[in-house]
């Protein structure tokens, strides 16, 4: 079946360094990868997303890379801050032929930045 | 304003009872989730409904059945429930028809304990 899953399931940083999450998946007919955080207490929150047809994608801080090679997602932050720590899921979007989107998720990583 | 509510976000309750969780959006979507959350942290769609209509039913028991008496709002009603349900359920919505995964907004999760 599909499945999308997580290397690490926990990652301790320092503040102010990178932090790289990464992610493989199995279904090669995915047409979007999305990246969501879940702070503690909260529903998981968009951080970025990427097509299937770019590897690179960045916005403030964080950078995904996609190699479909492989099947390899990743979730760089650059300038780790205590408020990065949260539980970070790659997910799957695929479009329903009825409507809307259903996504697949990873199994998590839990980033923790050190002070 | 909240632009994805569910109520109650806490619940504890006896095996066997019956419960609801409600979910309304405000943000005029037409396509409604639950997704739930299991001790590991762990993402799984359930339904989805798309203007009223499912459109989505994962391999749930029976004893879970969705109820969208409008677009804005999709409560989740479970009969008989199980030391097994335990976990945070979480409602979503997103736009009809649109790729862009980013328009999927998570509520902030109901923690169901049955003991």
């Known amino acids: 079946g599909e499945s999308v899953g997580l290397h690490l399931p926990t990652l301790s940083v320092q503040e102010g360094d990178n932090s790289i999450i990464n992610c493989a998946y199995s279904?090669?007919?995915?047409?979007?990868f999305i990246w969501y955080k879940q702070e503690s207490g909260k529903g998981p929150q968009f951080i970025i997303d990427?097509?299937?047809?770019?590897d690179k994608r960045q916005g403030q801080r964080v950078t995904v890379l996609l190699n479909k090679t492989v099947k390899h997602l990743s979730l760089q932050i650059a300038a780790t801050q205590p408020g990065d720590s949260a539980v970070y899921f790659c997910?799957?979007?695929?479009?329903?032929?009825?409507?809307?989107?259903?996504?697949?998720f990873g199994t998590g990583t839990q980033l923790k930045v050190e002070l | 304003d909240t632009a994805v509510s569910q109520t109650p976000k806490y619940l504890v309750t006896q095996m066997g009872n019956d419960k609801s969780i409600k979910c309304e959006q405000n943000l005029g979507h037409d396509t409604m989730y639950w997704y739930k959350q299991d001790s590991k942290k762990f993402l799984k769609i359930m339904f989805s409904y798309n203007n009223k209509e499912l459109i989505i039913n994962e391999t749930v028991p029976n004893r879970f059945s969705p109820k969208s008496p409008d677009k804005a709002h999709l409560n989740l009603h479970i009969n008989s429930l199980e030391l097994g349900d335990s976990a945070v359920y979480f409602c979503?919505?997103?736009?009809?028809?649109?790729?862009?995964?980013?328009?999927?907004?998570f509520g902030e999760g109901s923690w169901l304990t049955v003991v």
């Open positions: 997910a799957e979007n695929s479009i329903l032929t009825g409507g809307g989107n259903k996504l697949t």
């Open positions: 979503a919505s997103s736009q009809y028809r649109v790729p862009k995964p980013n328009t999927i907004y």
């Open positions: 990427i097509r299937s047809n770019m």
């Open positions: 279904n090669s007919a995915s047409d979007y």
